[in-house]
C-alpha cells in the first residue's frame, strides 16, 4: 500500500501530531510505503526549510528520511488568526493531486478537524470519482479521516469558539464523513458522537492512539539514580508524575496545588514534566518554596520512560482529553491513573479497576485523598498497576495499525 498522513504540523509533545506520527511510522515498519505529509511548522514554531517552501515552485519539499521514522513531505502553509492553534495549507487541493500523481498514493489519512487540510482533500476524492466517472481518471483513492474529536462544550470553549466549532461540524465535518470511506475513533464515545455528526456506524473503525513499544525496549532497563539526581529528585520517594504540555487545558496547576494540600506527607514527590505553554509562569510561581514538588520542564523521550519507570502514580486533572496518550503510556508501564476521567479517559482508566476517577478538574480534595489512599495500600496500588498493563496489551501500536491495514484493504482491491 502507498498511504499519505496528513497532519497540520509536527511535535514530539502533542497527542494529535503524536498520533499521526507514530502511524506513519508503524506503517513504514509493517513493510507499506508511507508519507507523513505536513507543514512547515513544528510545535508552531517555523521549521528550517520554512523560507525554501515559501519560494518553492512545486509547494512542498520530499525528505527520503526524518527524524520521525518515516519519508516526509512539508507543504507550504501558516499559523492562522482564526481559528486559532490551526495551521493553513497553502493551495493545497493541487499540491495533494500532485503528490497522489508522483507518489502513486492509494490512500490518504487526515488527522484533526477546524483547518483546511481534510476539506481539500475530500473535494480532492470527490472531483477524482467525477472524473472516474467520465473515464478521465482512473485512480482510485481511498479517503480515511481521525478528528480526534472534541465537542463545542461551554466548559471548555468561550462562546467565539463553540460556535466557530459548531459551525465546522454543521458546514465541513458533513461533506468530510461523505465522502471519507473510512472514520478512525480513538474511543467508543467518539464513536457515539461522530455518528450524532452524520457518520455511518459502519464507516467507524477504532483507533486508539497507540503505544510505541519501542522506546519502552530501549530505555525501561535504565538505572533512574542518574535522571533524579539531575533533576534534585529523592532517590527514596514516591513519585506522583504529570507529564504534558504544561497548558490551561491539561490544568498541571491543580496537581501543585494537590502537592501542596500533602505537603506534610514524608517520602513524597511530585513531578511535573513537560513544554511550557500558557501555565508554565504560573506553576513557577505557585511552585516556589514547595519542597515535595519538581518542575523539571520538557524532557527527552529516554527521560520520558525512565520517569515513568521511577512513578509510583501519574495525575491527570485535564479539563478536556479525547484519548490521553501519556495515560496509555504509564498504563503500558504498570503505572495507575487518577484521572479527571472527561472525555475519553472515562473510557481508558477504568475506576477503581486500573486508577481512580475523581469528581472533576477541579476536585483537589478529592485527589488528594485519592493518591494517599494509594500510597497507604501499595498492594491495591500495584493491583491497579498490574489491571492497567493487561489492558494495554489491545492499544500497541503494532495490534492496532495491523487493524487498520486489514480495514483499509477490505475497501479496495489492494
Known amino acids: 500500500m502507498n498511504i499519505g498522513v496528513v497532519m497540520y504540523q509536527t511535535s514530539f509533545t502533542r497527542g494529535q501530531e503524536l498520533v499521526a506520527q507514530r502511524m506513519a511510522s508503524e506503517l513504514v515498519r509493517q513493510g507499506h510505503r508511507t508519507f507523513l505529509i505536513t507543514g512547515p511548522f513544528h510545535d508552531e514554531k517555523p521549521v528550517a526549510v520554512a523560507n525554501e517552501l515559501m519560494r518553492n515552485d512545486k509547494g512542498y519539499l520530499f525528505f527520503g528520511k526524518s527524524e520521525f521514522h518515516v519519508p516526509l513531505i512539508r507543504v507550504d502553509g501558516y499559523i492562522s488568526n482564526w481559528p486559532r492553534r490551526r495551521v493553513m495549507f497553502r493551495d493545497f487541493l493541487s499540491i495533494m493531486r500532485n503528490l497522489v500523481d508522483c507518489f502513486n498514493l492509494d490512500f490518504i489519512i487526515s488527522h484533526s478537524t477546524l483547518w483546511n487540510g481534510p476539506e481539500e482533500i475530500a473535494k480532492l476524492i470527490a472531483w477524482k470519482k467525477m472524473l472516474r466517472d467520465q473515464e478521465l481518471d482512473e485512480r482510485d483513492v481511498i479517503y480515511a479521516h481521525m478528528s480526534h474529536y472534541q465537542p463545542p462544550d461551554p466548559q471548555n470553549y468561550d462562546v467565539i469558539e463553540r460556535t466557530y466549532r459548531a459551525t465546522w461540524n454543521t458546514m465541513i465535518f458533513p461533506h468530510i464523513l461523505n465522502t471519507a470511506k473510512l472514520v478512525l475513533c480513538t474511543t467508543p464515545i467518539e464513536t ?30 535504565n538505572n533512574p539514580s542518574s535522571f533524579l539526581e539531575k533533576y534534585a529528585i529523592p532517590k527514596e520517594a514516591r513519585i506522583i508524575t504529570y507529564l504534558g504540555t504544561v497548558e490551561e487545558r491539561k490544568n498541571p496547576l491543580a496537581v501543585v496545588r494537590v502537592a501542596k494540600i500533602l505537603k506534610k506527607l514524608e517520602n513524597v514527590h511530585f513531578v511535573i514534566a513537560g513544554r511550557p505553554s500558557n501555565q508554565h509562569s504560573i506553576i513557577k510561581e505557585e511552585s516556589k518554596g514547595l519542597r515535595n514538588l519538581s518542575y523539571i520542564g520538557e524532557i527527552s523521550e529516554e527521560e520520558k520512560i525512565i520517569l515513568i519507570r521511577a512513578s509510583y502514580l501519574n495525575v491527570l486533572l485535564s479539563h478536556m482529553e479525547a484519548l490521553g496518550l501519556t495515560q496509555l503510556e504509564f498504563m503500558y508501564g504498570g503505572i495507575p491513573i487518577i484521572t479527571s476521567a472527561v472525555g475519553g479517559q472515562k473510557w481508558v482508566v477504568r475506576d477503581k479497576v486500573d486508577g481512580i476517577h475523581v469528581k472533576s478538574p477541579n476536585d483537589l480534595e478529592g485527589t488528594a485523598r485519592a493518591i494517599k489512599t494509594l500510597l497507604e495500600n501499595s498492594e491495591l496500588r500495584d493491583k491497579f498497576g498490574v489491571n492497567a498493563k493487561d489492558r494495554t496489551k489491545e492499544f500497541t501500536l503494532n495490534k492496532i495499525v495491523s487493524e487498520l491495514i486489514s480495514r483499509l484493504a477490505s475497501l479496495t482491491h489492494l
Request: aromatic share 14%; charged share 20%; with cysteine.
Open 192 to 221: 457515539s458522537q461522530i455518528v450524532a455528526l452524520g457518520a455511518q456506524r459502519k464507516q467507524c473503525h477504532l483507533y486508539p492512539g497507540g503505544i510505541d513499544e519501542e522506546p519502552f525496549q530501549k530505555y525501561w532497563s
